[in-house]
């Protein structure tokens, strides 16, 4: 059952979505896909696995469209940080194992294009923390992450999360945060710490994860969408 919390958020989202389609910018620079929002995997230089969790986007991207109104394309894109199509995303993420590094002008890109509206998520699967805070303060000397309290609207937009971020993958025994980087009011950088969101998403036989663990990774990662196009 849908709660009038939801209707709202459904009906923004929409608004906000067509505003977007019919702007004229490229929502997909691979022309296999549909027109529709996707979901763009940063390939990133440094030797850390950008590419980790090969089925985790297609299913997300395939939850969205069955529990959301959003329009989804066919599926998730790639892109790197020089390619011209940078700015036809308007949500980037970004996850792997190892090491994350960005050139000087991809730094600079980058900020542009968080400065410019877009929205980065960064899932750490377990190895690319220090390397990825280290490149974060590269974009931005003056920020340092905060992290969303539990009552933050990301935990309520679609689905309800009244403990805050679930708890997917061990790790290193640690309690999950989501840390954000903050443009005023808005979150440019969502960076979930601890949790493996995109070991979730992934298809069920290859972690072995219980479904209502893996329902907890989908719908979160619904809610950073949801969040993410409406603010």
């Keep these: 059952m849908i709660e009038p919390q939801q209707t709202r958020c459904h009906a ?29 995997r940063v390939q990133y230089d440094g030797g850390g696995d950008w590419y980790s969790d090969p ?17 989804v394309a066919q599926g998730p894109a790639r892109v790197h940080l020089d390619d011209e199509e940078l700015f036809s995303f308007p949500y980037l993420y970004m996850t792997g194992h190892g090491n994350v590094h960005l050139t000087d002008p991809q730094v600079d890109r980058l900020r542009h294009y ?15 923390d220090e390397s990825f805070r280290r490149e974060m303060k590269r974009l ?19 689905f309800d999360f009244p403990l805050g971020l679930p708890k997917i993958h061990e790790h290193d025994g640690k ?6 980087l903050f443009d005023g009011d808005r979150i440019i950088v969502l960076y979930t ?8 998403w ?11 663990t893996r329902q907890a990774a989908l719908r979160m990662g619904t809610n950073i969408v949801v969040w993410a196009l409406t603010h």
Excluded: W
């Design 114 to 128: 968080l400065d410019a509206g877009g929205f980065l998520h960064a899932d750490d699967n377990y190895g690319m």
């Design 175 to 180: 309690r999950p945060q989501a840390l954000a």
């Design 55 to 71: 089925s985790s986007l297609p299913n997300l991207m395939s939850f969205l469209g069955e529990q959301t109104t959003i329009i």
């Design 193 to 200: 710490y601890e949790t493996d969101l995109g070991d979730g």
């Design 202 to 212: 992934e298809d069920a036989h290859i972690h072995n994860d219980p479904e209502i």
């Design 12 to 40: 923004v989202l929409v608004f906000a979505l067509l505003v977007y389609l019919l702007s004229g910018l490229r929502v997909d620079a691979q022309p296999e896909r549909t027109a529709g929002f996707t979901i763009a």
């Design 140 to 158: 931005y000397p003056s920020k340092s992450f905060v992290e969303l309290p539990i009552d933050h609207g990301l935990f309520n937009c679609h």
